[in-house]
């Protein structure tokens, strides 16, 4: 299985993109992860306005967190994150510095 924890900063991605990402990360997980994607969750989290800030300003960025099978190996963790990042981009329509993306391993407690 494989969990994605998703925080937008409020007016920055919209509600209605979320389908249409949900179907983008599901199509990377299952071409970059194989088999081991079968099962994919989605969370959303919204900050609200005045609550976020980068740099003393109203953040923009995007946190997209992620849960992967445990003994995923570099290569190919960095072409899932590398991948994901990019159809979060393409799809919210931000720039490369408005997302954090992470995957961690199921096993991994902190």
Known sequence: MISFEIYVQEGC????????VE???EAVCGDV????????????????????????LPSTTSLVRSRIPDGCDRVT????LRSIGNEWCRLAACAQDEVI??????????
């Open 13 to 20: 991605a919209s509600a209605g993109i979320r389908p249409a």
């Open 33 to 56: 992860l194989g088999p081991e994607a079968e099962h994919v969750e989605f969370a959303w989290t919204v900050i609200a306005k005045g609550f976020g800030f980068r740099g003393g």
């Open 101 to 110: 993306v992470s995957a961690r391993d199921w096993s991994w407690a902190g």
């Open 77 to 80: 963790r960095a072409r899932f």
């Open 23 to 25: 179907i983008a990360l």
